[in-house]
C-alpha cells in the first residue's frame, strides 16, 4: 500500500467505536479547507522492500571501494578451533610465540590481553587476573618486534555482552598459515594490535586475544592513525 495526497474539500474525520453492544459513539468534525484529502490505494509498484539482488549489489559496491587483496583467493591456510561449535580460534603468532585468537567477524580489532593484565568483574572492581579466564598472555617486554605508538594511542573497545577492553595501540609481528599445524607462518605482517591492560572479560582458558574481522573503519584509533584490520592487511 502507498499514500497519496490530493487537493479537495475540507478533510473529514469520522470515528465510530463500538464497545460491545451497548454503545456507540461518532464524533464528527470539520476543519479548514486550506487541506489536502489523503488517499489509501492498494498498489504493489511503489511499496516494494528492496530486493535480495539490489542489496547485493550495494554490498558489492561497497567492497569495490576498500582496499582488497590481488589475489581471488589467498594462499594462507589456518586450521580453527572450535567450542561447541559457537566460538572458533586459530593460531597466529605475535613476534616468535604462538597464541590463539578468537575469530569475530562483527568486530575489528585486533587484540591481545598482555601480562600484568588488571581484570575487572562487571561492576568494574578489580579481581584476580586468572577471573578473566585468558590463554597465555602476551609479553611485550620479550617480543624484540613489538613497538608502542608514540605519541600513546589509546586503546578501548567493548561488546554487546558488556564485555569492555582497554589498553594501547601498537605494532607487532603478526603471523598466519599453518601455525596450529606447528610450521613457521605462511604471511608474516607488521599489523597494528590493541594491547590489553585492563578490562572486563568472560574468557575460556584458551584464547589470549581476538582477530577481528569486519572492516578497518570499524577499528579503534583507525580514523585517528589510518591503519588497516588484518582481513585488508594480509
Request: hydrophobic share 35%; with cysteine; proline share 3%.
Amino acid at each position: 500500500m502507498h499514500w497519496r495526497w490530493t487537493a479537495g474539500s475540507p478533510l473529514v474525520y469520522k470515528v465510530s467505536c463500538t464497545v460491545g453492544d451497548a454503545m456507540m459513539i461518532q464524533l464528527k468534525s470539520i476543519v479548514t479547507s486550506n487541506v489536502l484529502h489523503l488517499e489509501v490505494e492498494d498498489s504493489l509498484t511503489t511499496s516494494l522492500t528492496p530486493s535480495s539482488e539490489y542489496l547485493a549489489s550495494l554490498r558489492r559496491n561497497a567492497i569495490r571501494r576498500v582496499k582488497r587483496q590481488k589475489d581471488a583467493t589467498a594462499d594462507v591456510y589456518e586450521e580453527l578451533t572450535t567450542l561447541g561449535g559457537r566460538v572458533y580460534m586459530t593460531s597466529v603468532t605475535l613476534g616468535s610465540r604462538v597464541y590463539s585468537l578468537v575469530l569475530d567477524t562483527g568486530s575489528s580489532d585486533t587484540w591481545v590481553a598482555q601480562v600484568g593484565l588488571a581484570c575487572k568483574d562487571p561492576f568494574g572492581n578489580t579481581v584476580a587476573t586468572t577471573s578473566c579466564k585468558f590463554g597465555p598472555l602476551y609479553n611485550p617486554a620479550v617480543s624484540q618486534s613489538y613497538r608502542a605508538y608514540n605519541p600513546r594511542q589509546a586503546f578501548s573497545v567493548s561488546y554487546t555482552s558488556g564485555e569492555y577492553l582497554e589498553g594501547i595501540l601498537a605494532t607487532e609481528l603478526f603471523g598466519i598459515g599453518d601455525v596450529g599445524a606447528g610450521f613457521a607462518p605462511h604471511q608474516i605482517i607488521n599489523q597494528t594490535i590493541g594491547i590489553v591492560q585492563q578490562g572486563y572479560w568472560n574468557g575460556d582458558t584458551t584464547s589470549s586475544g581476538l582477530m577481528g574481522l569486519a572492516y578497518s573503519r570499524l577499528a579503534s584509533g583507525s580514523s585517528s592513525i589510518g591503519y588497516e584490520a588484518v582481513m585488508f592487511s594480509l
